[in-house]
């Protein structure tokens, strides 16, 4: 049996189990069987994040983008987001968090918020959260640095706000799939050296534009 074979995993019919509960409002978040890790994985598009309680993996692929794995390391609750900044030329560390911060910069941080708020309104405590950071690659060699902003706007909010980071894989010029699995807060990181098709960038730029037209979301507290 050669080396590749020997990893398939072969399942009899009536093994798979049905997906676990999704928590109230992200009954909407594609979720699919993952063979290779025998789990059901919820997989992020740029703009979404996903919180749960189960033992499950999310799943996204980032080029520009980063995301944030966010987890009580005590409950075993947490999630992860997808987003970018809308590109303009501030600098994304100069405001403070609240209404002098720029458009742009303010959509980071309701992206960021959005998602801890719903860790912590689903069973999390602030002061257990741990956070891992992955992305904001510069895929295409020709277009403005957005990674370099990105990186550069998640560091400073976490710095700003007293998270924990305990680990991240960000920057350089390769896209990721990331696996996160909240329960254990276990990663895995796969980095795509060669892209197959356009399909990340092309993503990335529909999102970018969507964002650009968008009005900058409401200030969201963290509590």
Same mark, same amino acid.
């Given at each position: 049996m050669s080396a590749d074979a020997s990893q398939v995993v072969?399942?009899?019919?009536g !093994?798979?189990?049905?997906?676990?509960?999704?928590? $109230?409002?992200f009954?909407?978040?594609?979720? #699919?069987?993952? $063979? +290779?890790?025998?789990?059901?994985?919820?997989?992020?598009?740029?703009?979404?994040y996903y919180v749960t309680r189960e033992d499950e993996t999310v799943v996204?692929? &980032?080029?520009?983008?980063?995301?944030?794995?966010?987890?009580?390391?005590?409950? @075993?609750?947490? @999630?992860?987001?997808?987003?970018? &900044? $809308?590109?303009?030329?501030?600098?994304?560390?100069?405001?403070k968090w609240g209404g002098d911060l720029d458009a742009s910069t303010r959509y980071g941080s309701f992206a960021m918020e959005k998602l801890?708020?719903?860790?912590?309104?689903?069973?999390?405590?602030?002061?257990?959260?741990e956070v891992k950071l992955f992305g904001g690659g510069k895929i295409l060699a020709q277009m403005t640095d957005i990674g370099k902003r990105n990186i550069d706007f998640v560091r400073h909010f976490l710095l700003v706000e007293g998270f924990r980071v305990v680990s991240e894989d960000m920057g350089d010029?390769? $896209?990721?799939? +990331? #696996? #996160?699995?909240?329960?254990? @807060?276990?990663?895995? +990181?796969?980095?795509?050296?060669?892209?197959?098709?356009?399909t990340i960038i092309e993503r990335e730029l529909v999102y970018r534009q969507?964002?650009?037209?968008?009005? !900058?979301?409401?200030?969201v507290e963290l509590f």
């Open positions: 072969f399942e009899p019919a !093994a798979r189990p049905s997906p676990p509960r999704a928590l $109230p409002g009954e909407g978040v594609n979720r #699919y069987w993952d $063979p +290779v890790h025998r789990m059901f994985a919820a997989k992020l598009l740029p703009g979404e996204t692929v &980032l080029g520009s983008c980063v995301s944030a794995c966010v987890r009580d390391s005590l409950m @075993g609750i947490g @999630g992860m987001n997808h987003f970018m &900044l $809308p590109e303009n030329q501030s600098d994304p560390t100069s405001g801890i708020n719903d860790i912590l309104k689903h069973g999390g405590t602030r002061k257990n959260l010029v390769y $896209p990721r799939k +990331v #696996y #996160y699995f909240p329960a254990t @807060g276990k990663v895995r +990181v796969m980095k795509l050296r060669a892209l197959h098709n356009n969507e964002i650009e037209k968008k009005p !900058a979301a409401s200030d």
